[in-house]
């Protein structure tokens, strides 16, 4: 059985020598054949270089480059589109993900599974990080109608039919937590302890991990747009019961409840989160409908086969 370790990398240049040791300890006694695919992601530092001399010293490591930064997302893709084994094994540069735990984790692929998910437990992250994290992953269940236990994120082993089956989804867009899910299959899961990041800072900015989060809420089916319609009702209807409560006062006792600016405001504000609602599907659309590559290749290293690839995402 040949395993494929596919290892996104953002300006990862001081941490690499020190996971490729980590992995290659791990793994030493346990798996032979096995190839290391580090994609590096458009880094502005000497991270490039570093996969070069890697895999120049390590007939095992290989690597791609991406033609500038294009997220973590389309360089996981990239890196399982590459990726010959027939089990792939997702992994971050940074060791947060201990390569130590594939040796709890391929026994179970073995063993029939077809994706066995590594979900870190949220003991020692404090309350105000955990607390919108849980949030994010119970609604991202609700949203995506997807099994997505808490904690769960990219690292896990795939079979090579679920490796197959994540990629013959054609959208631009990805959410991969969620793909992973949707495809279903056996799947197994593994708890592990987050360690802090080894070296470097995380490549993620608050703005990012928004846009990360909303991505994964818009991306998967048209639920929100569903929400929205049902919201909508409820206001329009409270607001007519509303206005018929303050009509039959008036006829009544002649009162005149204040209820135009209040209603006005509130039904403004709520329209315009449902246009936004709206305006993010028909941008996603939109994209989806170019049909652009998710990334470009600048170099592929030595040995990486390149027949996965689609012809636009290839140097020439
Ligand atoms: N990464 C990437 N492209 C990006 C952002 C991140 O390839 O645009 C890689 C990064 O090098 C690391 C992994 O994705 O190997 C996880 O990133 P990070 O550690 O910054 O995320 P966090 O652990 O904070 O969620
Ligand atoms: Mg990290």
Known sequence: MYLSLVVPCLNEEHGLQRFHDALVAALSGR?????????DDG????????????????????????????????AMLCGLRHALGDRVALLDADLQHPPELLRRMLPLLDSGYDQVVACRTRSG??????????????????????????????FRVLSR???????SLP?????????????????????????PRRSGGSKWTFGALVDHGIDGLTSFNAKPLRISLYLGALVACAAGAWIARAAAKAIVDG????????????????????????GEYLGRTYVETKRRPQYLVKEL???????????????P
């Open 301 to 315: 290293g030595p040995d990486v086969s390149a027949h996965r690839s689609r012809p636009a995402e290839l140097v």
């Open 255 to 278: 009162s005149r409840a204040p209820v135009g600016g209040t209603l006005l405001i509130g039904m403004g504000g709520l329209q315009l989160c449902f246009l936004g609602v709206l």
């Open 171 to 195: 959208e631009h867009h990805r959410f991969s937590k969620g793909l992973f899910a949707w495809i279903g299959f056996d799947t197994a899961y593994v708890a592990f302890r987050d360690a």
């Open 31 to 39: 798996v032979r054949d096995y190839e290391v695919i580090l994609v």
């Open 125 to 154: 992250e404090r309350g105000w990080r955990s607390l919108p994290a849980r949030a994010y992953y119970r609604a991202a269940r609700r949203f995506a109608g997807v099994r997505l236990p808490d904690g769960a994120g990219d």
């Open 161 to 167: 039919r679920a490796v197959d089956a994540v990629l």
């Open 43 to 74: 880094s502005t530092d000497r991270t490039l270089r570093e996969a070069r001399r890697l895999a120049a010293a390590d007939p095992r490591v290989r690597y791609v480059s991406l033609s500038r930064n294009f997220g973590k997302e389309p």
